[in-house]
């Protein structure tokens, strides 16, 4: 049987700001901030991908290819990773994150959204809702399962949690507050 690994992508400026950090200007994103451009990584979290990068040497962690997301922040630190590490690294637009509609940019602790993502069927007012994402992951995660590959993928908070429930029975209120550090390594075995 198989396995694979999760890596969340290292920190960015609206993390440290605690806003909500989707899939702004993704090729995917039909919903559009105005003004807004894809958030990049802060030193902290370039610092965060080298580290994560030697540690998965010194744990002797072995794997195929990684699959990031193809937005700046994940792709950054997949590309550090691979530097390190020497494992191949690959874009994946499945691995972007959920579109929070008009949530994108606010307080990741408002009561609003805190309330809309234990919604699976919103689309967050021009977002994408949790069972299109659910789709998309799931589907990715077949098809990793299915190619025989360790693969590592890299990147976000909200494609964690779908990761996460892929693998283990959660309760609408666990999903909702599931999370993963920056830059944390999770194993998953299929």
Same mark, same amino acid.
């Given at each position: 049987?198989?396995?694979?690994?999760?890596?969340?992508?290292?920190?960015?400026?609206?993390?440290?700001?605690?806003? #909500?950090c989707g899939a702004t200007d993704s090729p995917l994103t039909e919903y559009k901030i105005c003004g807004s451009t894809d958030i990049d990584l802060t030193e902290k979290g370039h610092e965060q991908a080298v580290e994560t990068g030697k540690k998965i040497l010194s744990e002797?962690?072995?794997?195929? #290819?990684?699959?990031?997301s193809p937005l700046m922040r994940a792709e950054k630190t997949a590309k550090h990773i691979s530097k390190i590490t020497g494992i191949p690294a690959k874009a994946? /637009?499945?691995l972007t994150e959920q579109n929070f509609g008009k949530y994108e940019g606010t /307080?990741?602790?408002?009561?609003?959204?805190? #309330?809309?993502?234990?919604?699976?069927?919103?689309?967050?007012? %021009?977002?994408?809702s949790m069972l299109h994402l659910a789709q998309r992951i799931y589907n990715l995660l077949?098809?990793?399962?299915?190619? %025989?590959?360790?693969?590592?993928?890299?990147?976000?908070?909200? #494609?964690?949690?779908?990761?996460n429930s892929y693998f283990n029975d959660m309760t609408n209120e666990e999903y909702a507050d599931f999370g993963v550090k920056n830059c944390e390594i999770l194993r998953y075995d299929f």
């Open positions: 049987m198989g396995h694979m690994y999760f890596v969340r992508h290292g920190q960015t400026v609206w993390n440290v700001e605690n806003k #909500i002797n962690i072995k794997a195929d #290819i990684i699959l990031y994946e /637009p499945r /307080p990741r602790n408002g009561e609003e959204f805190r #309330i809309a993502k234990r919604d699976f069927v919103s689309r967050y007012d %021009g977002g994408e077949d098809d990793v399962k299915a190619s %025989g590959k360790v693969c590592v993928l890299v990147a976000h908070n909200g #494609i964690a949690r779908v990761v």
